[in-house]
């Protein structure tokens, strides 16, 4: 049958919106929306709409899901309590460990695509503790329940939703039904939402799959070839502490995108040690830190790790915790 007439089928057959049901005790099954749903993607996609609603039948609504979006996250702390969280001596030492234990595989992929082997073990430890925690939910529990229960981001998780089963054609490593990971849907040790996995997830061993939950190439040249596509500069600085000068000017910046000159921010009165290009794009960070407000100038590379999350706290907890990796691993072989 044409792609068009199953379509219609689809949406003029009301026994089709029972076989949507969860297996929970949800609040009412948006069937319309889900037949709609179904529908784009036949259009858009060339997916079978029938196929579709009997994937997301299988999904099941979840409650935990929707408290755990709607908690306060880590990010409305302050960098005092933040910091702790993340910067911790095992996180540390299991980043050594992990480096020490796959250094020629993770220099080879920091080579290849011209990013800091520090960062792309940091990313993994900050995301899954180095693996040891991917997440539990299902994946389609979780985008099912999202895209179709969570008016304030259904736009973002349809999405999502739309480009996991897109990803159900035998190149990922297991079915999607299967997958498990956050409560946001994202999976594997690098913590990549589908949209990631398309754009940027790579299949290193050459196994014909993608497999980011037990495939250690697959895992690190996906991280890295993530920062390659958000414009990663090679050596680039992260950000430099900054000191005030006397009467320097209090300003704001919206967000962690480097506007400014560097020489700019020196007007203005903050100041770093290290001698870099006037013209170099910066912008300013200030955290509250133990010792009272730190002052930070941020660069490109520190904007790329926000393109992982926006918090400018968490692109902090990554890049000191790859110093504090990249230290810890001077000098030590493979």
């Not at 755990?68 to 911790?88: G, L, N």
């Not at 739309?162 to 990803?167: A, D, Y």
């Not at 414009?231 to 506007?259: F, H, K, M, Q, Y």
Request: glycine share 6%; hydrophobic share 45%.
């Amino acid at each position: 049958m044409p792609v068009f007439f199953r379509v219609l089928s689809v949406l003029a057959c009301p026994l089709l919106a029972v076989s949507v049901a969860f297996a929970g005790d949800p609040p009412a099954v948006p069937a319309q929306a889900q037949q709609i749903f179904a529908a784009e993607q036949a259009r858009d996609f060339g997916l079978d709409a029938v196929d579709v609603l009997a994937i997301l039948a299988k999904a099941e609504y979840q409650q935990s899901i929707i408290d755990a979006i709607s908690r306060p996250a880590e990010a409305t702390k302050p960098w005092k309590d933040y910091r702790p969280i993340f910067i911790t001596d095992a996180r540390r030492d299991g980043g050594i460990a992990f480096y020490r234990d796959n250094r020629e595989l993770i220099d080879k992929v920091a080579a290849q695509f011209q990013v800091a082997p520090s960062i792309i073990v940091a990313i993994i430890g900050v995301e899954t503790s180095y693996g040891r925690i991917t997440g539990k939910y299902k994946v389609l529990d979780a985008l099912t329940t999202l895209a179709f229960y969570y008016p304030p981001r259904e736009k973002f998780f349809r999405e999502q939703l739309s480009q996991l089963l897109r990803l159900n054609d035998g190149h990922l490593a297991y079915p999607i039904e299967e997958l498990r990971g956050s409560y946001a849907g994202a999976m594997g040790w690098g913590q990549f939402m589908p949209t990631s996995i398309a754009r940027f997830a790579q299949d290193y061993d050459g196994d014909q799959r993608i497999d980011l939950w037990n495939s250690t190439p697959d895992i690190v040249a996906s991280v890295a070839s993530y920062f390659q596509g958000h414009g990663w500069e090679p050596d680039g600085p992260v950000a430099l502490r900054a000191e005030l000068a006397e009467g320097a000017r209090e300003i704001s910046p919206a967000n962690s995108e480097p506007v400014y000159p560097l020489e700019q921010l020196h007007a203005w009165g903050y100041q770093v040690a290290e001698h870099l290009d006037p013209q170099r794009p910066a912008t300013l960070l200030k955290l509250e830190g133990e010792q009272g407000t730190e002052y930070w100038v941020t660069f490109q590379n520190f904007y790329v790790i926000t393109r992982y999350n926006r918090s400018p706290m968490y692109a902090m907890a990554v890049k000191q915790l790859a110093e504090a990796i990249a230290a810890g691993s001077e000098g030590s072989g493979p």
